[in-house]
Structures are given as C-alpha cells and as structure tokens.
C-alpha cells in the first residue's frame, strides 16, 4: 500500500481518520477497514473479535458528506466489515479521536472509567463510540435543549446506543448507567455504583459530579479537506486490483460486459460486504464494483401504489423511510404495514450493521444462497415485487418467483424492491374489510445479531359475517422463513384452507394442523420440532385472538363495523400487552458497597486502574503491540480428522504460496528440544501432532507468511494427507471410552471419599427416582481478545514472548523445553489479557509455544492473532458429561440418598482434568444428600483436550444438585424452593460428612446467607405476587428461585516486588495476571495502605503514585497462575509484606527527619533514603498457611425468571 500525502485530482482512495489525511494510489481491494486502522494506522482502538460483525469490538464513527444537502451524516459500521474501497470521501472517528491520556478523555471514556463499566476492556472502545454516535445524532433532532451537563439522548435511545455491542466480563447494567448517565430523562437514583457520588447525595450534587458533557463542545468527526474531493468512477486499478464505483446504470452495464468480468476474473459486486459477516470469502476477489453510487440503486420513491426501495439502500435507510411513510398522510392500514416491516427491521443484526447493510444484498443472499433471511419472509407476505437486471434485460418479478428462480448469476443485478400500498378502501367498495399484518421472529436474542430460528408474516384482510356474526377470512397471505427451508416460502395451502371461512376454534385448529404439516425444516436443521412448533405458535397468536373478538362480541348486537374494529383492537391489545414483556430492556436493582475505612483505600469502590486508557483505546494489548522489523505472521493448520495417521502437508501448487515464508511441524523441533506444547502437573500436551493426529483440531503444523490474512489464507487452502490404515475407530462418545476403558487417571487425593451408606438412604426413602439421565454440553470462552503472541529472538539464543496468558510462568518452561534451551534464555511478558475465563490458561501456551519455535528456527519476529474459527475449533472449552443419578427421598422432600455415575469427556489429553471429581464433590456439598456414592470417570476420547474454565466442574455439579432437587420437587408436587431449604446442610450435617469443609460453627455461613437473602429480597412477599400473576393469565410467564452455591476457595503462593523511585512514585511486580478482573487495582490500593504505614505527610495521595506493571518471568519467578478467585487476594498480601519491609528499612530515617523537621514529607523521605543509600527495593513470595489455603466460600444467587437479572450483575471473576 503507497501512501500519499498531497492532495492532487487523483483515482485514489482518500478518507480520514481521527482529523488525518489518508490518501492511497493502490489498495488491495479486498483489505477491511480493520485491516488498514489497525496494521497501517497508530490507531488500535479498533479490535478484531468476532470478525463477522457480531461483536462490536471493531465498530467506528463513519462520516460522510453529502454535497446536495450540504450534510455530514454521521453512523457506526463495522470495521472488520466495511472494505477500505467504500471508505473513499469519508472520515472515520476511533475511540483515540474522542480523546485520550494526552489531550484529555472524552466525558464518554471518563464515565465508562467511573460507572466501573471496563473490566478486560477489549470490548470498551466500540462501546464508547456505538454511544457517541447515539449522542452526535440525538444533537441533529430538534428536542428542546438539554439541561446542563446532559445531551438530547433519552434513556431508552441510550440503552440501545449499545445493543450489538458484546462484552464478555462486565455486567451490562454498569455500561448502560454509563450511557444513561447522559440522557436528558435519566432518573440519577436509577444509576447505579460508579465513583462520584455516594448515597444521599442530592440530585443536583450528584449531577455536579459528574464529569462535565458540553454538546456543543464537539469533536471535529468531518474534516473540511474531504468536503471538496470529486470522486472518480476508477478508485483504483493497479496490477490485478481494481475498485470502480460507476455511477450510472450505463457505467455499470459496460464494466459488466467488459472483459474484467470474463471467465477466470474475480470480480465481485458490492453494497456494505457485511454478507462477509455469515459467508467467508472462499476466494480472493480483485475486482469490486461499487453499487452505491448508481441513482436507480440508491433511490427512495414512493406514489399511491406503494414504496420503491434501490437495492443499495441500507437497512436503516429503508427503516427511516417505511417510517416516514406515517408523516405521508397515508390511510392507516397501509401505513401499519409499513411500520410493522420498519419494526421488524429494526430487529436485524445490529445497527452498526444494518447502517451499512443493503437490502439488495440480503435479498440475493437469501435468493442465491439460501441465506435465512427476516427481509425477505416479510416482503413476501407483504406481496412485493422485485426489478432485477439480467445480461441486458430487465425484469419485474414478485419476490416469490425471484426466490424461487434459479441462483442469481455473479452479473445479474438487483435494481429494487417494491412493496405496495394496502389501502383496501382505496376504491370505497369494501368498507366493511379490514386489514392485519403482523410479523414475528424466534431468536435466541431478540434484539442484536441473533438469527432467527423461524420468521414469520401474516397479512390477512377479514369482513363481518353478516348471517353468523363472525369473522370472515377474506384473503390471507402467510410467509413463514428461516427454519431451515431454502428461501421463505408461501404456505400456501393452510391461506387457501383459511380464504372465505368463518373464523372459529375448529378452523383454527385445522389451520393449525396444517401448518404443522407445511412448516418441516430440511433434514439435518437444529430443532426442528422446536421451529415447527414455532409456526404453529405464531398462526394461533395471530388469529386467536379474533376468534376470542367474535366469542365477546357475538352476544352483543354490534354491527358489523363496530365488531371488527373491536377485534383490531383486541389484536392490537394482545400486541401491545407483547411489547410490555420488555417494557425497557433493563429492569431496577441497587447495589450498595460498605466500606470500611480503617484500611482505607483498601475496599474502596475506586475506578479500575486503566479503565479510561482502555476506554479510549489506548491500552495495549498483545496484539497492538507494533511488529518489528521483518516481523513474519502464523497461523496454525489443524486436523479435521479425530484419528489418522498425518502423511504430510502440501499447497495446491506443491510449492509455498505467495507471501508464505515456510510452514512448521513436530519434525522442526530442534533435537535439543521437546515436542511439547503445554503442561500441567498431570502430563503435558505435544505442541504438534506427530505422525498420528489425535483429535479434530489438533495442531498439526504452523504456517508462516508476510501478514496474518496471507497465513490464515495459506492455513486454510493447505492440504493435509491423512490415513486410517490399521487403526481403530476414534473414541467419540463417553460411552465408547467405557467400553474400551480409555480413562485418564485420577490420583486417590484428588478423589474424595463416598458419604455414608447409600443402600441404607435408599431403604430409609419413601419415594425413589431411578437411573436418571443428564447430559452436559461443552461451552466456548469466547474472550473477546482470542488467543495471541509475538515473540522476538534476541541475542544468544535468547527468546522473548509477548503472550496473552493467565500463566505465564507455565508457558515459559515450556517454550524452554520446546526449543531445548535453558530457562533463563526465555522471557515470557504480559502486560494485559483481553478476556480469559480459563482458556488463556492452559490454552494459550502452545500459542505462545508455536511463535517461539518459528521465531528461533527463522530467526526473525513471528506473531500471531488467532482467528476466531480456528480459537474455536482448537480451544477444548468445558467439559461435557453425562450423568446418571439415583436418588431416595422422603414424602416430606428430604433427600436420603444420591448415587452418581458421571461420565466426563476429557478429550485427547489430560490437562486440568484429573482435578474435575474433586471440584464437583466440592460444589455438591451444598446439599445433604444423606448418603452419597459415585463412580466418576474421567474419559479419554478423541475430541480436542476439555480446560479449565469458569469453575471448572464446580458449574456442571451445581447444575446436576439443581436437577436433583427440581427432579425431587416435580415428583412430591411441591416448591422446589422447600426442597432446597429442607436439604441444605446444617453446620451437624455438613461437619459429620464432610469433616474439615465446616470450619468453625460461627464460619458456616450457608443457612445464614440463606435466610438473609429471602428477607432482604422480599422473596416469599414476592413469590406470592408471582403466583398471583400466573393465576390471572393464560401463560405461565413468571417464576422466582433463590439457588446457594459453594465454591471451595484456595490460595497458592504467589511473589511481589515494591520499588520505590526517585521521585517517591512506586512500581509493582506481582505474580497474578490483570485479565479483567481488577487485579491491578487491588494490588494499588494494598500498596499505598501498607506504605502508608510509615505515616509521613503525603501518603494519602499515595495511590496515585503507584504503577503496577507488567508481568515478566524473569524480573519475577515463580508467578504461578492467574485462577480460582484468588490470585488478586494472594498478589495483595505479596506486595503487603514488601511493603512492611520497606516501612521498616524507611522508619528509623522517617524518626531521623522527624526529629529534625516537625513534619516529615514522603517525597522527601523517599529523596533522602536514595541519597543514603537505603534499599528502596523489597521482593517477596507469600506462601499462605496450610489453614489459609483452603477455606469454603459460600453464597446464594437468586435469580427470576421471565427476566435477566442474574444476567446483569457485576462480576468480578477471574479465570
Ligand atoms: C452480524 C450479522 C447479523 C445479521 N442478522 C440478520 C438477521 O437477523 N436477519 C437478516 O435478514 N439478515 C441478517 N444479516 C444479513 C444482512 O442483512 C446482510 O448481510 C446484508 O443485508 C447484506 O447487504 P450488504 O450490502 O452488506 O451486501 P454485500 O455483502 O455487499 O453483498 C452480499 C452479496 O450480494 C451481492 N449483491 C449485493 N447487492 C447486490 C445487488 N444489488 N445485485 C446483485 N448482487 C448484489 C454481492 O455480490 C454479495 O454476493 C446479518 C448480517 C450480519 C453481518
Ligand atoms: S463486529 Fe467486527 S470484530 Fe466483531
Ligand atoms: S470488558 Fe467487555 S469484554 Fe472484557
């Protein structure tokens, strides 16, 4: 890519970004905007996670002047998305162009920083822009001026600044007090913890606090540069590139008739790309053709017949625009189904999608590859047609015989859409009819980059009957899609049963039927009695409640009319009664934090320490880390087979790729070395398959090229030759591993004892479920950072490993053992971890292992960003099991026995997994099972290695407890909330099974904590409430349930180091990793209480004055590893004792000074201790107490059903 930095009449790109100039005479066309930001800009705010425009993480501000109007709108895409060839006149705006540590934050980073709305913060600097759009374009509508301090935003606008903008570690109610905080309408008492108040200050204290918002202090988002630029219909075309933006249909006719578009051309037509974000690009595309700038695409038209819509209109645009038609002075039925399409369209993707997706490309998707799409079900039953362009004919078709054609050609355009009018009166013939219209769609989200399992829409005109008194289905036209059907289809043959009937519970009960019988989604489709269920429930919402309409009314001597528009309002009743089901997408919750200020600023509420750098994107993580010079990229080939013999690796052309530098296996290990990619104290994994593949996603080599795209590429289209000769079928199942005993071996200590006898519970039990069956899927940690290295050689056969882990001590003995050299050859830092939740654990050595091994055989900087497929498939995740309990019980839900037989899936090797059996008997020990026997085994299958991850075993046992429990409850008829309360362990029962676990009386908290939350919650009061509400409707929709856990906590050793600077500021070393969870800052605080022991003036802005650095294996061994919940706690209690002996080194000085001036200030002491050569250096390695070790930690969560609230809280995990 050439850069260029005059502005002449050119045929290049130009755009800016954050206020600079970038203009380029040739690109690839095929580079994301994300690609370019993050690889040719300083600017890393923009981070790649999903990569297929579901996450948000990627999301920019894109400005765009429009010359007629004189306008800059302004919108978010998604940069992993949007080509950098559609950028061309635009100005993009990061997170680093709100503001940043050098000019200042934006108020937007400062209360993300104060509202704790950041954790790993890989997620914020989208966030912070998604809300800054919402803000710039609340300003353009004409509300009256805000108050001081506020933005035109409304609460409900700034809760859904975000929606499509996922975050794995905070809890979503923090980050949307953050937005809300600058909504005109907010309720301050609504916004929750944050820093600048505390309670009982008043509203206007409160707002005072608030780091100031001035709307009218603005960022400059367009620069003037870009406003007089005339844009060429040839963007670029250089050695096999090309971009062309035509701007007639002309223009376009000829490019497609030209030879660039010949046999063998890659050629590609283009709206937003986002099509990119569900079908990945098999092949590499070097021609593009820009569809935006041709005025019949873009057009918006409309007349008495209906709305045409230009196929490169995004989805918002045409959201607008159906909304706009209520202003058109349009009959209202025709203006309903408008809105009702508007609405619906609304629940596409997310709007930093939908601002740049077209409706032309969803609709050849759908048309050309089946894609399931919600535009296309609900045109078909509004009736739509299409204009499409095919060579050089022009063809009108209906959006049916269009879906039905065979798949559009690479040269066939789309023009249009039309959707018509529905004005049944227009002719004033047929007073008397109504029209309905109404749209649905099952999705496991409703708003926000969910697909949907089924959609659905109905359009149905109805008449007053006049000799039954009932309503007549005059016409109806039923669109069901995305259940697993080709394209969405009419059901035909359920409208022609319904069309001219009376509507009646018989008919609709047939109707019902037959729509069972239609809507059958292909072979091979997930759920599909679920989908077809589905549509069934769809059809009965739409239509039932007219048949209740004739029931209420056919008593009553209503005339005709007066009967329909009751029925209309009936539906409309029922319809509104669903939107109540979210009525704002959050609902209420307090959290109050006492602290205590005796140790102040220890358990102080204080901001995370980098929240606002992380905010404005600043925070560098792994991968933001520049390359250095003649820095090479991999990625990892992986078996797609569970068991084959691996018989070599090639390309197509038998020689390496372009751009690919060489390709890495077991074989280039040097023989000093170890094939060794991770270890645990059970055993270790190999880095590489060897001449047997164990597992699908294996690591079998690595592939090394110039960039990141050209290995993925290269990893990808590589070829690996396989071999089953002699060997058994590969183990699968649980099952199998049984009968061919292949288990990992669990040592005694990690295998508890059985509790009591379980033949004599069974005898003692009134009732007795036998042989039930519970299977447990795996999970994936999606961290939105996935797994990532840089390693650098240095000199002597040194290494240096930038890595992204939450164990950095482990990676380091093995990137020594792997490339066979002496541990103090290797240095392994970590400054930050984008998200870990376990899986930077054990999962990121052979990640880091692998960059190492090419690094030191190419003796040049190797790094890797692994893509998010390939983290996926490689990344094991959590353990899967299958369960089988038998339990005995009393009539009075005492539980007398519990027999377990639990099948673990471990995958191909052992990693954490031996440890599994004693973590779930841990969890399990919130309940008295009387007796309690199991047989756990640990499997050894061909999948790929299960992990640690979130409460490893601990999450599975407390969902098999539950199960138990709701099982017990079901089959007495009785609360499941008694069955809990009556089998919780009392202190007696606890210390007489599980001796040890109890501690003293006075620490048995569980019975407590109980009781505190049913009356601090209100929860019998409102379990009543609920009650009462069920018993008032048709659906049960409501519930409410209060679940203990325990989790047994432990502490390991884990070294800090304090150093006292010059300039009295103080730099930290701990073992323990920042992943998210506030390491950092709990090791600040611990720092300047304990320094502050010295007790000399200035010690109270001591927090200020403390940096925690980066984790580095050599400055500090013996890190450990950053899991279980505690390494925070252990990192404090080492940096307390370094603290102590610093106090005590600077105490007699501290008497001295004193003694000579009456105040003593830290500076000063901290001067005079360099200058008398006091060591101002303290290490130290805190090995907790056998009896501090382990202790059990013990709570309740109540959680509420038709809600989230459990979904929202504030967490503060650590793996
Ligand atoms: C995260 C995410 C979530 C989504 N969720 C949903 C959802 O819930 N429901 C839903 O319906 N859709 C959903 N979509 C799909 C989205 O609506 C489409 O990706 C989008 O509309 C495609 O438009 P585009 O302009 O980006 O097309 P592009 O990606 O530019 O093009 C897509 C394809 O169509 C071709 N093409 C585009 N325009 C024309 C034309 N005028 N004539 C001929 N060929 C053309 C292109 O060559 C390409 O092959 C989602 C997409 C993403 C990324
Ligand atoms: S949306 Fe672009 S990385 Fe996820
Ligand atoms: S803070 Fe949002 S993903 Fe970690």
Not at 145 to 159: D, H, I, Q, R, Y
Not at 557 to 570: F, M, P, Q, R, V
Not at 891 to 919: E, F, Q, V, Y
């Amino acid at each position: 890519m050439e850069r260029e930095t005059t502005s002449t009449k050119r045929n290049g790109l130009l755009f800016a970004v954050n206020r600079e100039r970038f203009e380029l005479s040739t690109f690839d066309p095929s580079t994301t905007m994300l690609e370019f930001l993050r690889s040719h800009t300083r600017f890393k705010s923009v981070k790649l996670s999903c990569g297929e425009g579901g996450c948000g993480a990627c999301v920019v501000l894109l400005s765009k002047y429009d010359p007629v109007l004189e306008q800059v709108e302004h919108f978010t895409v998604s940069s992993c998305l949007t080509l950098l060839g559609s950028i061309n006149g635009c100005s993009i705006t990061t997170s680093e162009g709100l503001g940043n540590s050098k000019d200042g934050f934006h108020p937007i980073h400062q209360r993300f920083a104060g509202f704790h709305a950041s954790q790993c913060g890989f997620c914020t600097p989208g966030m912070c822009v998604s809300l800054f759009s919402a803000l710039v374009n609340a300003e353009k509508t004409d509300r009256p001026e805000p108050p001081l301090g506020f933005s035109k935003l409304t609460v409900s606008e700034a809760e859904k600044a975000i929606a499509g903008n996922l975050c794995r570690c905070t809890g979503y109610r923090s980050i949307v007090d953050a937005c809300k905080s600058f909504a005109a309408d907010v309720d301050m008492e609504d916004l929750g913890l944050n820093i600048y108040w505390k309670k009982g200050d008043d509203k206007g204290m409160k707002v005072s606090r608030l780091p100031f918002y001035n709307p009218s202090d603005q960022i400059c988002t367009f620069p003037d540069f870009l406003k007089n630029e005339n844009n060429s219909a040839m963007l670029v075309n250089y050695k096999r590139y090309s971009w062309y933006n035509p701007f007639s249909v002309e223009e376009l006719k000829n490019l497609l008739k030209s030879n660039l578009v010949e046999n063998g051309t890659r050629m590609k037509l283009v709206v937003g790309n986002t099509g990119t974000g569900y079908y990945k690009e098999s092949e590499h595309h070097d021609k593009y053709i820009d569809l935006r700038y041709i005025p019949e695409l873009s057009m918006i038209r409309r007349d008495h017949m209906g709305i045409e819509i230009g196929a490169a209109v995004t989805i918002s645009k045409a959201i607008l625009a159906l909304k706009e038609e209520k202003k058109c002075g349009l009959h209202s039925e025709g203006k309903a189904v408008f809105k009702k399409i508007a609405d619906h369209m609304e629940k596409i993707a997310s709007g930093f999608i939908r601002n740049s997706a077209s409706l032309g490309g969803n609709l050849v998707m759908a048309q050309r590859k089946n894609f399931p799409s919600d535009i296309a079900t609900i045109f078909l039953a509004a009736g739509s047609m299409v204009n499409i362009m095919t060579g050089l004919k022009h063809e009108k078709l209906s959006l049916e015989e269009f879906l039905e054609s065979p798949p559009l050609d690479s040269k066939a355009v789309l023009f249009s859409v039309q959707i018509p009018y529905w004005d049944l009166n227009r002719n004033n013939t047929e007073t008397d009819t109504k029209l309905l219209f109404e749209t649905y769609r099952a999705a496991p989200r409703p708003l926000g980059n969910a697909l949907p399992y089924l959609n659905a829409a109905f359009l149905a005109e109805i008449s007053h009957c006049k000799t039954s008194d009932g309503i007549i289905i005059k016409n109806v036209q039923l669109a069901f899609g995305a259940y697993g059907t080709k394209h969405a289809m009419r059901a035909k043959k359920v409208e022609e049963f319904l069309a001219g009937k009376t509507l009646s519970l018989g008919l609709l009960h047939e109707a019902v039927k037959l729509v069972r019988a239609t809507v059958v989604p292909e072979e091979g489709t997930s759920n599909p009695a679920y989908r077809s269920s589905l549509a069934v429930g769809f059809l009965f919402q739409f239509l039932h409640p007219l048949v209740d309409a004739c029931a209420q009314f056919s008593n009553s001597c209503l005339d005709g009319y007066t009967l329909l528009e009751n029925a209309s309002k009936i539906k409309c009743n029922y319809n509104e009664f669903d939107h109540l089901q979210n009525p704002a997408l959050l609902s209420s919750a307090k959290q109050v934090v006492e602290t205590c200020r005796e140790y102040y600023p220890v358990g102080e509420p204080i901001t995370k320490s980098g929240a606002a750098i992380q905010a404005s994107g600043e925070a560098v993580y792994v991968d933001d880390i520049p390359s250095p010079m003649n820095c090479l990229h991999g990625a990892f080939i992986y078996s797609t087979k569970p068991l084959a013999w691996v018989k070599g690796v090639k390309f197509e052309s038998r020689s390496l790729p372009d751009r690919v530098t060489g390709i890495l296996s077991f074989r280039d290990i040097p023989k000093e070395g170890e094939n060794i990619g991770s270890k645990t104290i059970f055993g270790i994994e190999p880095l590489f398959a060897d001449d047997l593949t164990r597992c699908a996603g294996q690591r079998i080599a690595f592939v090394v090229a110039e960039s990141q795209k050209v290995a993925d590429m290269a990893a990808k289209v590589a070829m690996v030759d396989y071999d089953i000769e002699n060997l058994e079928p590969p183990i699968l199942t649980v099952e199998e591993a049984v009968k061919r005993s292949s288990f990992f071996e669990v040592p005694s200590f990690l295998y508890p004892p059985q509790v009591g006898d379980f033949s004599k519970g069974m005898a003692e039990a009134d009732h007795k479920i036998l042989n039930a069956e519970i299977k447990l899927g795996s999970q994936y940690y999606f961290y939105m950072e996935t797994q990532t290295a840089l390693a650098v050689p240095d000199e002597d056969n040194c290494m240096v490993v930038y890595s992204s882990i939450q164990c950095p001590e482990y990676a380091h003995s093995v990137i020594a053992r792997c490339l066979g050299i002496p541990e103090h050859n290797v240095r392994v830092i970590t400054r930050r971890v984008g998200g870990g939740f376990g899986g930077k654990a054990i999962r990121a050595m052979p990640v880091a292992t692998a960059c190492a091994l090419a690094a030191y055989k190419l003796c040049r900087p190797v790094r890797i960003y692994v893509n998010r497929k390939t983290d996926m498939i490689m990344a094991g995740g959590r353990h899967p099991m299958k369960i089988k309990y038998s339990v005995g019980f009393k009539s009075n839900g005492k539980i007398t026995a519990l027999h377990l037989d639990i099948l673990i899936n471990a995958g191909m090797s052992a990693d954490i997994s031996p440890i599994m059996p004693r973590n779930m008997l841990g969890a399990l020990k919130k309940y008295d099972w009387g007796a309690l026997s199991f047989d756990i085994k640990v499997c050894k299958t061909n999948h790929s290695s299960k992990s640690a991850m979130r409460a490893p075993g601990e999450v599975q046992a407390s969902f098999i407890a539950e199960a138990v429990i709701e099982h017990v409850a079901s089959v007495l008829s009785m609360e499941v909330d008694s069955i809990r309360n009556r089998n919780l362990h009392t202190f007696d029962s606890l210390s007489l099974f599980h001796e040890g676990s109890a501690g003293e009386p006075l620490e048995y908290t569980l019975p407590s904590l109980w009781d505190k939350l049913a009356s601090s919650s209100s929860f019998a009061y409102r379990a009543e409430m609920i009650k009462e509400f069920n018993r008032s409707n048709k659906w049960q929709k409501k519930g409410i349930s209060r679940v203990p856990i325990v989790h047994e906590v432990s502490l390991r050793p884990t070294p800090g180091k304090v150093s006292i600077l010059w300039d009295g500021s103080v730099v930290v070393e701990v073992g323990g990793i920042e992943v998210g969870q506030g390491l950092w800052t709990k090791v600040k605080q611990m720092t300047a209480f304990a320094l502050s022991a010295i007790q000399c003036d200035g010690t109270e802005d001591l927090l200020e004055k403390v940096r925690v650095i980066q984790s580095d294996t050599l400055s500090l061994i013996q890190g450990g590893f950053t899991a279980g919940s505690t390494t925070s706690e252990s990192s404090c209690e080492a940096v307390r004792l370094c603290c102590n002996a610093l106090v005590e080194r600077l105490t007699p000085l501290k008497e001295n000074l004193q003694e000579q001036m009456c105040s003593v200030k830290w500076d000063i002491l901290i001067l005079q201790a360099h200058s008398q050569a006091v060591n101002l250096s303290a290490s130290s390695y805190y090995v907790p107490e056998f009896t501090s070790m382990q202790y059990p930690k013990l709570w309740c969560c109540s959680e509420r059903g038709g809600g989230k609230s459990s979904d929202w809280g504030n967490h503060n995990f650590e793996s």
